[in-house]
């Protein structure tokens, strides 16, 4: 039977919701939306039969312990493990693969090694950095080939010393599947196989014993569940081997003053008390999972991601964009870049969406050596779930068509990194933007101050580079008769003309004059926090904050 999108989309109250009747969410890599049976599951647990699970003995307790353990029994069916003890609860599937990381290295010896791609999510990099480092281990990582894994080389790592392959299962920048279901049969009996399924979860069916993984982990909220909770697969003697991570209530068998004897999987694994209510609503999103037709759900996926990427593909014909990522073997996410010729970045494409009420996300995603091996700082991320449609596909074609890309930029006066030239904004005043009657008129007039910021490549330098910022911005600064001059060089359409407004209040202007400003009041009268997008406002403040540390450290006046 065909897969009923529309039917489906009902079950998601958000797109009803009379702020979001025309959205189009496009950002499901980062969080699904959640259904109805989910929200109402969370609701259920606290007015009927909240209580903490299995350490008291009255009835509520009883029912919370019964539904964790029932919704154990649902997860191991989930991904096909033999027994509900392999499943352990985290936080989500970083919180899991810190306790494998944890937990797998104090089995290990120095000098043993870890196996990891370059296209992992930071959450299966960092925590495996760690454990490297408390425990000696030697981390490897697959050649690759267009930031694409070559599990093909995986031999050539097999030396004797290695212990642990852990690889995603499919990208969550550029959406490529990794087949590791054959991995397996490379690796040698004492190595272990970790799966980051988090962005295959909601795609497709997953069989951990037919993938032939030691480990498998997810997070809940990527596949409509509650955010909060995540699931830990554990082959049973992989599990069995393993010392606990957290200590607490709950892990223990028995505890003595200097030392205590722990539990069994999965509860040894569990210290303390679980989101018991986030556990509710995972049981709820995996019912609604099972009740769906995966199959033609998926095919439903997969030929609304093919009709995304042809038509990507033709807009990057006819539109200075680039586009990184490819429809075969893709869960639903396509990746754009704007192209050297595009006067625009990324984050300025992904304002212009979300001005039109386009939901999509832009940065590295957690994936910077990724990134890098592309030789991109960051991409705009599109990615589908099962509720968007072709519709949702033609608006966000629709916006990125239409979207003004060749305004002229004024030419850069010429300059060096000692001998910058500063902007001339002496047209322009604080007051233009104050006395503009609502957000959105501020919002575009400093979209069109932006035009008033030259390049300076000059100043582009590491050194100069303001920390903290989503999108590259240098700032430079020197005192001038006892006045502090500034100047400033982005890519970033909206931060150019945020740096216009640091430059308004700060440029040109004594140490004294300065620290008399009240910004946090000129902040509040223009609405910056409450509309920017929080990674916006960071960036403004890390602006403002180092063009400030700037002015303090200078002794000149
Ligand atoms: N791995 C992958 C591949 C992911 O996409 C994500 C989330 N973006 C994570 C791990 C971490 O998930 P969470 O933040 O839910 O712990």
């Known amino acids: 039977m065909a897969f009923d999108n529309a039917a489906f989309k009902r079950h998601f109250p958000l797109f009803e919701h009379a702020e979001n009747t025309r959205l189009v969410y496009l950002d499901n890599a980062a969080t699904t939306q959640r259904p109805s049976c989910v929200i109402e599951a969370l609701t259920d647990f606290y007015s009927r039969y909240n209580a903490n699970t299995h350490r008291s003995s009255h009835r509520l307790a009883r029912a919370a312990t019964a539904m964790v353990e029932r919704v154990r029994q649902a997860t191991a069916e989930f991904v096909n493990a ?15 693969l810190n306790l494998l990381a944890q937990s797998l290295a104090r089995t290990l010896e120095p000098g043993d090694q870890v196996l990891l791609s370059a296209a992992e999510h930071h959450a299966n990099l960092v925590p495996w950095q760690m454990a490297a480092e408390q425990f000696g281990l030697e981390l490897c ?11 093909e080389r995986l031999p050539e790592f097999l030396n004797g010393r290695l212990r642990v392959v852990a690889l995603s299962a499919a990208s969550n920048a550029l959406g490529f599947r990794i087949p590791v279901e054959r991995v397996k049969n490379l690796l040698p009996e004492c190595c272990r196989l970790v799966v980051d399924a988090s962005q295959i979860l909601a795609h497709q069916r997953v069989d951990v014993q037919a993938m032939g993984c030691d480990f498998l982990v997810g997070s809940a909220h990527k596949f409509y569940g509650p955010t909060g909770v995540g699931l830990l697969y554990g082959r049973r003697e992989a599990l069995s081997a393993l010392p606990p991570w957290q200590g607490g209530g709950e892990m223990i068998r028995q505890v003595r003053l200097q030392s205590s004897d722990y539990a069994e999987a999965p509860h040894r694994f569990e210290a303390g008390t679980s989101a018991l209510a986030a556990i509710a609503g995972l049981g709820a999103a995996l019912e609604f999972l099972e009740g769906q037709d995966r199959k033609a759900m998926a095919t439903y996926e997969s030929h609304l991601n093919r009709y995304l990427h042809t038509e990507l593909e033709a807009l990057c014909l006819k539109r200075p964009l680039q586009l990184l990522t490819r429809f075969e073997n893709n869960v639903g996410i396509a990746a754009l870049v704007p192209s050297p010729q595009c006067k625009l970045a990324a984050s300025d494409i992904a304002d212009w969406l979300d001005e039109h009420d386009i939901a999509v996300r832009v940065g ?3 994936a910077q050596p990724l990134m890098e091996s592309l030789g991109q700082s960051g991409s705009l991320r599109i990615s589908l779930a099962a509720y968007n449609n072709r519709e949702d596909v033609d608006r966000l074609l629709q916006a990125l068509s239409v979207m003004p890309l060749d305004e002229d930029v004024e030419s850069a006066a010429p300059s060096t990194v000692e001998g910058w030239v500063g902007d001339d904004l002496s047209a ?21 101050w932006a035009t008033q910021l030259s ?21 430079v600064h020197r005192v001038e008769a006892d006045r502090h001059r500034f100047a400033i060089d982005t890519d970033s359409r909206v931060i150019q003309g945020l740096s216009i407004l640091v430059l308004l209040l700060i440029d040109n202007r004594t140490r004294r004059d300065i620290e008399a400003l009240d910004l946090e009041a000129t902040f ?13 406002s960071n960036g403004f403040r890390a602006l403002l904050d180092q063009a400030l540390a700037l002015v303090r450290a200078s002794s000149r006046d």
Do not use: M
């Open 141 to 151: 990582f697959l050649p690759d080939h267009n930031g694409e894994p070559q599990l």
């Open 364 to 366: 590295h995603h957690c």
């Open 428 to 448: 322009l005043s604080l007051q233009e933007l104050s006395s503009q009657s609502s957000w959105q008129k501020r919002y575009r007039q400093l979209t069109r």
């Open 82 to 96: 033999s027994d509900r003890d392999e499943i352990i609860f985290t936080r989500g599937a970083t919180e899991a």
């Open 455 to 475: 390049r300076k490549p000059a100043i582009r330098v590491p050194e100069h580079q303001v920390h903290g910022c989503e999108s590259e911005v240098w700032l």
């Open 524 to 536: 509040a009268e223009l609405g910056l926090e409450k509309y920017l997008s929080p990674s916006r």
